[in-house]
């Protein structure tokens, strides 16, 4: 389920009583730093138009201004430009180091390589000093690029979450030192679903399947659980549990 928000402008809200508005409630915005928020429940949906245009918010007989924010669950990446240093051939396999100081987190190093048709290991290793002895072990990726037989390619290392000033990447000959182009990091950040208890019973009904029938001669049925959801609320994804409740 998305979650929906009204960013307020102020301090502390409390609804007004106007004889042209249907329904009205206090509404006391949720403590947090800068803005204050209320979160749009399931009776403010049934009872707004579903698009919200029709909330208005008042303190003190003063109409508030406000932003409406929406957010649903799903995955973020902000992507960095990085410098390639010192690509070179080290005991026949092919060595650079990635300048991260303008990366403040990273768990993800998109490299623009200009090779073609190859697989390729790449090690990952991490340092604070370019020079330093001791490299952290970040792991290893296969690097790829099967585009002429239309099989994709990858040419992205995944890592642990990490603020190393400095990546050393060794890959196999494959890919040449001069085609080592640059490329961005960055961190996937995930923003969390909302998930909601349904209150009411499933209503539970049988429908007939095919008159074929299954694989050992017994007629096919479907199970079918309707569930009633708040009018407006907007819904992504329902998940049934034990097949007894449901939560959307």
């Known amino acids: 389920m998305t979650r929906t928000v009204l960013g307020l402008l102020a301090a502390l809200l409390v609804a007004n009583s106007f004889s042209f508005f249907k329904y009205e409630r206090p509404a006391e915005p949720a403590k947090s730093s800068g803005e204050h928020y209320v979160v749009v429940d399931e009776t403010l949906w049934e009872h707004a138009r579903p698009d919200l245009g029709d909330v208005r918010i008042y303190s003190q007989q003063t109409e ?3 932003k409406l924010i929406t957010e649903s669950g799903g995955t973020e990446t902000e992507q960095k430009s990085f410098r390639v240093l010192q690509p070179a051939t080290v005991g026949g396999k092919t060595q650079f180091l990635l300048d991260m100081s303008g990366v403040a987190e990273y768990d993800r190093i998109e490299l623009k390589l200009a ?7 790449a090690r990952v290793e991490g340092q604070d000093d370019p020079h330093g002895a001791r490299w952290a072990d970040l792991g290893t990726t296969t690097l790829y690029d099967l585009s002429t037989e239309k099989l994709g390619r990858n040419s992205t290392l995944q890592i642990p979450v990490t603020n190393y000033k400095f990546l050393r990447i060794t890959v196999d000959r494959a890919v040449k030192p001069e085609d080592v182009e640059g490329g961005t990091a960055g961190i996937t950040r ?3 679903a909302v998930w909601r208890d349904l209150s009411a019973v499933p209503a539970i009904s049988q429908q007939n399947g095919n008159n074929r029938g299954d694989s050992d001669g017994r007629q096919g049925n479907t199970t079918v659980l309707s569930f009633s959801i708040p009018a407006n609320v907007p819904v992504e994804r329902v998940a049934a549990q034990a097949m007894r409740s449901a939560c959307v």
Do not use: L
Request: aromatic share 16%; proline share 8%; glycine share 0%.
């Open 115 to 121: 090779t073609k048709d190859f697989v390729a290991h």
């Open 64 to 66: 508030i201004p406000y």
């Open 190 to 192: 995930a923003q969390k």
